[in-house]
């Protein structure tokens, strides 16, 4: 079995940044792909940004294209979702999630996603 760990969330100014990190533990090799996903009250959970764990693709929502950028850093099995220039927009809770099938790739629908962080808060503040 292989859990997920969000950790690096807070409040930030508009066109400030933060990093988030997805530790990965247990059973890691399973895991093939990491994506982050991001949620408001009464919205549907929307994908951010994912990573294929050879990284090999990345690919972004358009919406933080060219102000996100997700890495990896196998030897501590750990994704990053650096975030550069917030907006008010950004404000959700923002999950990784784990894919263990090779065939999903950087998928950005979360039914494709079988394992699940607990979520950490960003706040934008104008």
């Known amino acids: 079995q292989v859990q997920l760990a969000e950790s690096g969330g807070g409040l930030v100014q508009a066109g400030g940044s933060l990093r988030l990190s997805c530790a990965a533990s247990?059973?890691?090799?399973?895991?093939?792909?990491v994506s982050w996903f991001r949620q408001v009250s009464g919205k549907e959970r929307e994908f951010v940004a994912g990573?294929?764990?050879?990284?090999?693709?990345?690919y972004y929502a358009d919406s933080v294209k060219g102000r996100f950028t997700v890495s990896r850093d196998n030897a501590k099995n750990t994704v990053y979702l650096q975030m550069n220039s917030l907006k008010l927009e950004d404000t959700a809770v923002y999950y990784c999630a784990g894919a263990t099938n090779w065939r999903v790739g950087v998928s950005d629908r979360k039914e494709n996603y079988n394992v699940w962080g607990q979520g950490t808060q960003i706040t934008v503040s104008s």
């Open positions: 247990g059973r890691t090799l399973s895991i093939t792909t």
């Open positions: 990573i294929f764990w050879s990284g090999s693709s990345i």
